[in-house]
T-cell receptor, first 113, second 112 residues
Framework: GDSVTQMEGPVTLSEEAFLTINCTYTATGYPSLFWYVQYPGEGLQLLLKATKADDKGSNKGFEATYRKETTSFHLEKGSVQVSDSAVYFCALSSNSGYSTLTFGKGTMLLVSP | DTEVTQTPKHLVMGMTNKKSLKCEQHMGHRAMYWYKQKAKKPPELMFVYSYEKLSINESVPSRFSPECPNSSLLNLHLHALQPEDSALYLC???????????FGQGTRLTVV
């Protein structure tokens, strides 16, 4: 079946540091890939998405590139802020059949001033 | 507008109570979902409605009863819950089942 593997956290960074959160996936066919962010006490927000190989999703300074050859969708940001502290979930949706989201376990990011 | 609205935000209920969670979206989405999220875990899918019909029930106990009165509304009826059912309950919607989902802010449920 489909699965998503994320690096374990917490990831602890100082403000303005470079961020990478690794995500790899296993799926049949050509899934769509997503990053969701969850701030403390809130629901999930769609951060970015990519629907085919080599697509780059971007939003609010975050980027991720759909790499089919390495089955990866790593999240990056050049300069993190304290307000980026949250839990980040990588997810996929297989576009064949009747598919819903498969989530990774989530990675907590803590950014200090 | 990508808003999914859930009410209430917080709910405390006894094990013999009956309560309902409500979810609303006005994006014209035809798929709606209920998820359960425990602390430090990803959301777990409970139910999927597609075109107002229940499409997926992930073996959820019958003390949880979903209802989709129309294409904009989704309810989750709760009865005789257990303390281990305490969690954040998230509603989501998407244009169709295989497209990106948008989540509400959740209802924080505590069963006492």
């Amino acid at each position: 079946g489909d699965s998503v593997t994320q690096m374990e956290g917490p990831v602890t960074l100082s403000e303005e540091a470079f961020l990478t959160i690794n995500c790899t996936y296993t799926a049949t066919g050509y899934p769509s890939l997503f990053w969701y962010v969850q701030y403390p006490g809130e629901g999930l927000q769609l951060l970015l998405k990519a629907t085919k190989a080599d697509d780059k999703g971007s939003n609010k300074g975050f980027e991720a590139t759909y790499r089919k050859e390495t089955t990866s969708f790593h999240l990056e940001k050049g300069s993190v802020q304290v307000s980026d502290s949250a839990v980040y979930f990588c997810a996929l949706s297989s576009n064949s059949g009747y598919s819903t989201l498969t989530f990774g376990k989530g990675t907590m990011l803590l950014v200090s001033p | 507008d990508t808003e999914v609205t859930q009410t209430p935000k917080h709910l405390v209920m006894g094990m013999t109570n009956k309560k309902s969670l409500k979810c609303e979206q006005h994006m014209g989405h035809r798929a709606m979902y209920w998820y359960k999220q425990k602390a430090k875990k990803p959301p777990e899918l409970m139910f999927v409605y597609s075109y107002e019909k229940l499409s997926i029930n992930e073996s959820v106990p019958s003390r949880f009863s979903p209802e989709c009165p129309n294409s904009s509304l989704l309810n989750l009826h709760l009865h005789a819950l257990q303390p281990e059912d305490s969690a954040l309950y998230l509603c989501a919607s998407s244009r169709t089942v295989n497209t990106e989902a948008f989540f509400g802010q959740g209802t924080r449920l505590t069963v006492v």
